[in-house]
Every structure is written in C-alpha cells, then in structure tokens.
C-alpha cells in the first residue's frame, strides 16, 4: 500500500492521506483524492474509518480538508461516489456539503463544485 502510494503520489494521480484522532497521532482511517491528472477539472475523493472510530465526525473532518485542499489547488469540481445503500457514507457527503450529480442502481455521484466554477 505504502509503495503504490508513492509511485501513485509521485505520478501526480493519488494522494494518500492518514485520517488521525486530534489529541494523539493514532492513524484511525485513510483519505485520498484519485482519479487525478493534470489538466483535469475534477478529482475524486475516498475516505474511510475503522469502525471502532466511526460516530465521531473524523470521516466529515477528512472529506472537508481535502474537498477545501482540492477546490483550493484548482479543481472546479470533487466527486465522492457511494454504494447505493451506504447511509453512513451518504450522511458524511451530506454533512461536508456535496450534493446527489446522478444515482444508478449500483451507486450514487455525489460533488461539490467551487463556488467560482460555472455549472
């Protein structure tokens, strides 16, 4: 993982990072944008939290600072696709701001645009 992680770093396509608590440098989940290339528009986000840590907003808190990072770096547009069903999921895209692109049965785009973006 950490070796795919750097080359994928390196390559400019996937940015890997620790989800940690905020008193104690115990790593508790991932978060990472991928999907990423030069000259694109949007990128994609994925995060996820041991369930032992779940309930207590981190996954929120990590969605947040790298959709800000992103939008920030010059992406129009994030995109966090989620598994039709994974209401956990859906809840923390709604709580950092994203909102329903499109939805098959499979699964669910949902984004958040920069707010100079035009749609």
Known sequence: FVRRSTRSRAAGTTF????????????VGSAYLHDSAPNEAATHVSYLIHPNHRGRGLATAALI??????????????????ETGNRASETVATKA????LW?????????????????
């Open 97 to 100: 701001g994203f909102s329903v």
């Open 16 to 27: 890997h990072y620790a989800v940690t608590l905020p008193v104690a440098d115990t790593v």
């Open 65 to 82: 600072g790298l959709t800000d990072a992103a939008l920030s770096a010059g992406f129009l547009q994030v995109l966090a696709r989620i």
């Open 103 to 119: 939805s098959n049965d499979e699964e669910t785009c949902w984004h958040k645009t920069a707010t100079n973006a035009s749609t």
